[in-house]
């Protein structure tokens, strides 16, 4: 029958196992476990020292197999009350209300994970996760513009990446920015936005925004230009594959980026120039920036890389 997956991580220099579970971690082991054995380690072994836990779900394994449940998410906020950042992966979520994760968390992942229309609506209780910071939304297929219209509850909430939110429109893009003005990261990465307009959402609501990666699809000069002037902005990724014959050419890039005062980081991955003539441009143009210009990484495809 299916299983739980969870990683343990040795403690450096010890003999022992720790409850930190972090996957970046250099020695770590992904264990297979049914649901009561996994209720069996939050009750016997998970406590104070865990701080990271990544965990998969059966999202495509049918109806008999077992779920991620609110009691299970209600006990592990009470095991271990130094919990800061929960990832889930390919998990069923519509019958996990958002009220039962732990109020501890800083960072929310979810990946390919699927909730509930009422999951993240404005009309819910404001004091959920009151000390959130960063949320990911990663292939969530119902996540829509009302779902981020309702990410405002989270005062404390200063990083939003959305990965693949088809559902989210550009008027939905911007009317959410708006309420979420407070934001210092945004990253929109494959979604059907264009590039154009969500910089141009950015340059009207996120005046403080300091880090900002999207894919470049539907990106002009004049819509990157928008970004000229923005105060705190700092770091720059733009994400190929290069399809559009609008793109900027380097040298438009070049042009817009000498007027962001804060820029210190600027990254192009996927399109192509590693090691070209733009390269070369950009990096004798921007000397006072960090200049990335580089192949996208493979992607795996198992959730606990």
């Known amino acids: 029958s299916p299983s739980w997956g969870l990683f343990v991580s040795r403690q450096s220099g010890a003999g022992e196992y720790s409850p930190y579970l972090s996957p970046c971690h250099p020695h770590f082991w992904l264990l297979q476990m049914r649901p009561k054995v996994m209720w069996h380690l939050l009750r016997r072994y998970m406590a104070s020292r865990l701080h990271s836990l990544r965990m998969g779900g059966y999202l495509f394994s049918g109806s008999q197999a077992p779920q991620l449940s609110p009691a299970l998410m209600r006990a592990l906020g009470q095991k271990c009350p130094n919990l800061k950042r929960l990832c889930l992966h390919v998990a069923d979520l519509s019958m996990v209300p958002i009220t039962s994760l732990p109020c ?20 819910q209780d404001p004091t959920v996760l009151p000390l959130l910071e960063c949320i990911v939304l990663d292939r969530v297929p119902a996540f829509r513009d009302e779902h981020l ?28 920015l708006q309420e979420l003005s407070y934001l210092q990261r945004l990253e929109v990465l ?6 154009d307009s969500t910089l141009l959402a950015i340059s009207r609501h996120l005046r403080d925004v300091r880090k900002i990666r999207l894919t470049v699809r539907g990106l002009s000069a004049p819509g990157l230009s928008v970004l ?74 198992d959730w606990w890389m």
């Open 104 to 123: 501890t968390l800083r960072t929310l992942e979810l990946h390919s994970c699927e909730i509930s229309m009422a999951w993240l609506l404005k009309e």
């Open 190 to 195: 494959g979604c059907t936005l264009s590039a």
């Open 228 to 301: 000229e002037g923005m105060p705190a902005l700092e770091s720059l990724c733009l994400l190929g594959p290069l399809i559009t014959p609008e793109m900027p050419s380097p040298t438009e890039i070049l042009s817009s980026c000498l007027a962001m005062p804060k820029l210190r980081v600027l990254e192009l991955q996927g399109l192509g120039w590693e090691g070209q003539e733009a390269e070369r441009i950009l990096c004798r143009g921007l000397p006072h920036c960090m200049v990335i210009v580089r192949a996208c990484p493979k992607e795996s495809m």
């Open 149 to 176: 219209q309702g990410l405002t509850r989270f005062r404390a909430l200063r990083s939003l990446v959305l990965g693949g939110t088809y559902r989210v429109t550009e008027t939905g893009l911007d009317a959410g």
